[in-house]
């Protein structure tokens, strides 16, 4: 069974940085995308940043030049490096995987396609007091 795991979560003031951090059980020598979505209380969940397997990303307009996605191959784990952080950041941070193929054969290109992938972690909390 896959497992994804979510680490870094916190409390932080404004202005201040997180890095996220999440771990899977993912097999190395099979390519994915991967990304992170958040879930505010009461809101629809939203796609923070897509990472491609060739590397290439593309983040929300609401996060852009704040937070930087980035991944190890080899250990098939997940990086959210967050700054500028606002408290409108404040959510339940997910990761999400898929199959590369799967999501070059749907076109899923978009930071809105994150959360139609097949994996998804259990959430680290982000919480950002003004």
């Known amino acids: 069974q896959v497992q994804l795991v979510e680490s870094g979560g916190g409390s932080v003031q404004a202005g201040g940085s997180l890095r996220l951090s999440c771990t899977t059980s993912?097999?190395?020598?099979?390519?994915?995308?991967m990304g992170w979505i958040r879930q505010a209380a009461g809101q629809e969940r939203e796609g923070v940043g897509l990472?491609?397997?060739?590397?290439?990303?593309t983040y929300a307009d609401s996060v852009k030049d704040r937070f930087t996605i980035s991944k190890d191959n080899k250990k098939i784990t997940l990086y959210l490096q967050m700054n500028s952080l606002k408290p409108e950041d404040t959510a339940a941070y997910y990761c999400?995987?898929?199959?590369?193929?799967?999501?070059?054969?749907?076109?899923?290109?978009?930071?809105?396609?994150?959360?139609?992938?097949?994996?998804r972690g259990q959430g680290t909390q982000v919480t950002v007091s003004s």
């Open positions: 999400a995987v898929e199959y590369a193929e799967e999501c070059r054969d749907r076109g899923w290109n978009d930071v809105a396609n994150i959360r139609d992938f097949r994996y």
């Open positions: 993912l097999y190395a020598r099979t390519e994915y995308c």
């Open positions: 990472i491609r397997s060739d590397g290439t990303t």
